[in-house]
């Protein structure tokens, strides 16, 4: 046999069992509460069955046929002694010994025949134990009931010239306390259950309220959040505030950086403004003075790149009333379009800046564009708002391009009409990613293309 085969042989055993982890991790809970809960139930349900099943095998069954053999070996010894002497006074005395001395009632009656077999309950052990011992001890052909009379039990034994008719208490042949233990069990069990529950649900809150302090800051939000809990959440959750505030920090410096650049280079583009008003009118002075004004505006879209929209704060904002003024607009500038919203139309975005996002992309398609058609759409999770127009589009291998800050395309590389800057889509998209969400470019059914922007709600 060749050495190649073990791992081969071994592999497929490995093989078996990934395929059914993989099948089991399926129609497993995914959310950590559901999974701690059945680390907990699990182990427990598995060692209370164990217990139950040993304790049922063993000791009730074994003191189940205990007493059903101690109450046979009466039956016996009284039917013995019937045939030896089946005389009434023996019969009397018989009668008088079994309801006395054996907690049995005794009755002897005429040959007659034993009556149909009754159905056999679900839990035969008391019946099992009776049959066995009266087959093995008496020999006779017998009878019993165990169920007309739930306290009760009744034998007959056909003797030879006689039926013996035996009732006897129930619990002398039965071990009917043993379902006391199998209560308190699963009493306790279902009080230690809710007790860790309870515990579960406080160490699993701090962490839910983690992630969506997460989820709140990653999607433009405020996020306060006060550590607390286990130790390791705990110390998860001053990392987050720390990375927090460092970020926080950063977006203040930059901000200050930028605006004190920003005052700096608007003073020099002042300087510039007054001389050329004294210069007077002529060709080259307005040449200098519309790229004067082009700096002015690149410096500004500049600015607003960098700077973003870090001070305002999120709040509930009508997607249909933004929309209707961005309708507004493109139509004032002679463009007609659409708008369409469905399903609830509040999110919670910040509305200055989600509104200049939107405010570029239809700014984009009306450049390009005659027709452009907006739609919102508003699931469980997301937020998504298409700007479609029939332009001429974006090949899909320049789609990515197009967001890089300062990228134009060659067509589109003018400075007319205040264009040109390569930063609408780059501010666009910085914006959407603030909130959570992402712009994705694709093919428009009017033919040009479609700006999509998808925000969490």
Same mark, same amino acid.
């Given at each position: ?6 791992? $081969? ?30 680390? *907990? ?16 095998? %063993? ?24 045939? $030896? ?70 034998? %007959?034994?056909?003797? &030879? ?24 069990? *699963? ?44 130790? &390791? ?15 926080? %920090? ?37 040449? *200098? ?38 309708? $507004? ?55 998504? *708002? ?72």
């Amino acid at each position: 046999m060749s050495l190649s085969f073990f791992p $081969a042989y071994f592999e497929r055993p490995r093989t078996a069992w990934r395929n059914f982890a993989r099948n089991v991790a399926e129609y497993m809970p995914k959310g950590l509460y559901a999974r701690s809960l059945l680390i *907990v139930i699990v182990p427990m349900v598995i060692l209370q069955s164990a217990i139950a099943y040993f304790f049922m095998e %063993r000791h009730w069954q074994l003191v189940t046929f205990r007493l059903s053999t101690a109450v046979v070996q009466d039956i016996a010894s009284i039917a013995d002694l019937y045939r $030896a002497n089946p005389s009434p006074d023996n019969v009397v005395m018989l009668q008088k010994i079994a309801s006395s001395r054996m907690g049995l009632d005794l009755r002897f009656t005429g040959r007659e025949p034993l009556p149909p077999t009754l159905p056999k309950p679900f839990f035969s052990i008391l019946d099992q134990a009776l049959s066995r011992e009266i087959s093995t001890q008496i020999r006779r052909p017998f009878w019993i009931d165990t169920v007309g009379k739930s306290s009760l039990v009744e034998i %007959r034994i056909q003797l &030879e010239d006689s039926m013996m008719r035996v009732v006897a208490r129930r619990n002398a042949a039965y071990a009917s306390n043993s379902h006391i233990f199998l209560v308190w069990m *699963v009493g306790t069990s279902l009080v230690l259950l809710a007790v860790s529950v309870a515990f579960l649900r406080n160490q699993i809150r701090p962490i839910l309220r983690l992630a969506q302090a997460a989820q709140d800051f990653g999607k433009g939000r405020d996020a306060e959040w006060s550590p607390h809990g286990a130790r &390791e959440v705990r110390q998860a959750g001053y990392a987050f505030m720390e990375m927090k505030r460092r970020i926080e %920090r950063a977006m203040e410096q930059r901000t200050a950086m930028l605006n004190g650049v920003s005052h700096d280079l608007r003073t020099v583009l002042t300087r510039f403004k007054l001389s050329l008003a004294l210069l007077g009118d002529g060709p080259e002075f307005e040449a *200098v003075q519309k790229d004067v004004e082009e700096m002015q505006r690149m410096l500004e879209a500049y600015l607003a790149f960098a700077r973003g929209d870090a001070g305002e704060v999120a709040e509930p904002t009508d997607m249909r009333i933004l929309l209707e003024e961005l309708k $507004a607009d493109a139509e004032r500038q002679g463009h007609p379009a659409q708008i369409e919203v469905s399903g609830e139309s509040t999110v919670i975005v910040r509305p200055d800046a989600f509104k200049r996002c939107l405010v570029n992309l239809v700014s984009n398609a009306l450049r390009y564009g005659n027709k452009i058609e907006i739609s919102a759409v508003r699931d469980a999770r997301f937020l998504t *708002v298409n700007v479609d127009d029939d332009g001429p589009g974006i090949p899909a291998n320049e789609r990515e391009d197009v967001f890089r800050p300062f990228y134009q395309r060659d067509e589109a590389r003018t400075l007319e009409e205040g264009f040109g800057t390569g930063l609408g889509l780059a501010i666009a998209r910085d914006i959407a990613r603030s909130h959570g969400g992402d712009i994705q470019l694709a093919q428009s059914p009017l033919g040009g293309l479609r700006a999509s922007v998808r925000v969490p709600v």
